[in-house]
Structures are given as structure tokens and as C-alpha cells.
């Protein structure tokens, strides 16, 4: 492995780290997968951008440019959804015409029960709402865009979490399906353009993408499967062919990692094929 794919491999973790933390301060609607997917190529492009001689250490210089990365893709995002406005406006008129039989502004719990929905989904919705207000505008002075995502650094015991999250990455990358590995090492770690890389499998550009978005949910919920499986969410109807195929990769997976752990040895990525 050379030193830019180590430096790659190695600060992997810190953009999971980086996006499960701004994930927690985002709407629900906000896709993950894309800002992980942000995460990692603005990792790549540190990797190969950094210069050692300026003395400041890599992993501060990649959270930096992750970090502008995300920002940039959530500026990019439609903060309100189309179904996050229909059901404000839907709010909004009950909330008005309750106010006007009650004679005073209704409750959360009123206005609920008048539009057929629980309490937690109006606040949820009512909370997506507030917050696309503030970030439409790039945020305010009160809660700037910028405090969306994580600044804090890793905790000893979070480094311990990221390297053994670092050590299932790896493992889940090489049983991935043959294309799917194809494009994440070709785009993530070649770097190279998504255009070479349909050109070389025969597809079309959005095809690549389509398979880059496959490999990174198959990548996170292997990893969630072995760490954290109440995250793992169904894929497909329960029992069908897409589900045993999902379950059949978690069980290699999980196998890869037991005989690395009896062997004490890791592959590295350029290794594999």
C-alpha cells in the first residue's frame, strides 16, 4: 500500500465520525449517503493534496477539508422537502382554522389529533421547517451553518470505536460483489473519473453512480451489522432474493473478520482482487 492509500485507509473512520455527528443536527431528510459520499472524496482529494514539510498533522488537515465538504453539500441540499412544505401548509391552515374554534392557539397535541397525525410527526415536521428557514439563508447569527457539523475531536475511546469500525471497512470493501469493489477503489482511491470508470464496465456515467450509492449502503450496513445492527434497516421484501443476497454478504464479511482476527493480519486494499 502507498503512502497516500495508508493515509486514505486510515482516516476512513474520521468521516463516518465526522457525518454520525452532523447527521444528528440536520433534517431527517438529509441523505447520509451522500455526505458520506462528499466526506470521502474530499478525503481523497487531502490525501493527495497534503504536504508533510507544513507541519500540521494530517488528520487535522483532512477534517478540515471533510468538514468543508459536508458544508458544501449541505448547502447544496433542498432544505425543506417537497412532503416537509405540503404538511406545513397542511399544519399551517389547521393550526389557523383550530385557533379560530377554540379561540387561542392550539396545541401541538390539538393539532394532531385534527390533522391525523401523532405528536412526534408534527414536531418533526415543525422542526425540519425552522431549520430550513435558517439554513436557506446560510444560517443566521444564532446558529451559523457552520455549527451543523462536528468540530470536537475524537475521544480516546472513539479512536478504539474507529479502529475497529476502520478494520470491518476493509474486510467489507473486499467482499464486496466484483463491480461494486471495482468502482469504489477505482473512485474512491484511484481517483479516477467516473466517466473512465462506465467506460471500462460498459455502463453509463449515472449507472456508476447508482453502484457507487449501492457499495456505500452495503458498506455501512455491514458495518453497522457487525457494530450496531438495531441501525440496520430492511433491504427489499423480507425473505426475497435481495435480502438473502444482503445477508449472505454480512455473513462473508463477518467471516473475513474471524479469520483475520485468529491470523492477526489486516489485507491491505491494494491488495485485493
Same mark, same amino acid.
Request: hydrophobic residues 40%; aromatic residues 0%; proline residues 4%.
Given at each position: 500500500m502507498n503512502e497516500m492509500d495508508e493515509l486514505i485507509t486510515t482516516h476512513m473512520p474520521l468521516v463516518g465520525h465526522i457525518v454520525r455527528e452532523t447527521m444528528g443536527r440536520v433534517p431527517s431528510h438529509v441523505s447520509r449517503d451522500d455526505l458520506t459520499s462528499a466526506g470521502l472524496t474530499a478525503l481523497v482529494l487531502a490525501a493527495k493534496a497534503y504536504d508533510e514539510s507544513r507541519g500540521v498533522p494530517f488528520d487535522r488537515y483532512a477534517a478540515t477539508r471533510i468538514r468543508g465538504a459536508l458544508l458544501d453539500e449541505l448547502r447544496s441540499v433542498d432544505w425543506a422537502s417537497r412532503s416537509v412544505r405540503r404538511r406545513a401548509r397542511d399544519l399551517a391552515e389547521t393550526r389557523n382554522r383550530?385557533? &379560530?374554534?377554540?379561540?387561542?392557539?392550539?396545541?401541538v397535541a390539538e393539532v394532531a389529533r385534527a390533522a391525523g397525525l401523532s405528536e412526534d410527526e408534527v414536531a418533526a415536521n415543525d422542526d425540519d421547517v425552522s431549520r430550513a428557514q435558517v439554513l436557506s439563508l446560510q444560517g443566521s447569527s444564532a446558529t451559523p451553518i457552520e455549527e451543523l457539523v462536528a468540530t470536537r475531536a475524537p475521544s480516546p475511546e472513539e479512536l478504539v470505536e474507529h479502529a475497529e469500525r476502520l478494520t470491518y471497512l476493509r474486510e467489507a470493501i473486499e467482499e464486496l460483489p466484483e463491480r461494486l469493489r471495482v468502482v469504489v477503489q477505482d473512485y474512491f482511491f484511484s481517483e479516477r473519473p467516473m466517466a473512465?470508470?462506465?467506460a471500462d464496465?460498459?455502463? &453509463?456515467?449515472?449507472?456508476?453512480s447508482q453502484m457507487r450509492a449501492e457499495a456505500l449502503t452495503l458498506l455501512r450496513d455491514a458495518l453497522n451489522h457487525a457494530l450496531e445492527p438495531s441501525l440496520v434497516k430492511?433491504?427489499?421484501k423480507a425473505g426475497g432474493v435481495a435480502q438473502r443476497r444482503r445477508e449472505s454478504y454480512f455473513a462473508a464479511v463477518a467471516a473475513r473478520h474471524a479469520q483475520s482476527a485468529r491470523g492477526g493480519v489486516v489485507r491491505p486494499l491494494d491488495a485485493v482482487g
Open positions: 383550530l385557533a &379560530t374554534v377554540l379561540g387561542h392557539t392550539p396545541s473512465d470508470i462506465a464496465l460498459g455502463v &453509463t456515467d449515472s449507472r456508476i430492511q433491504n427489499g
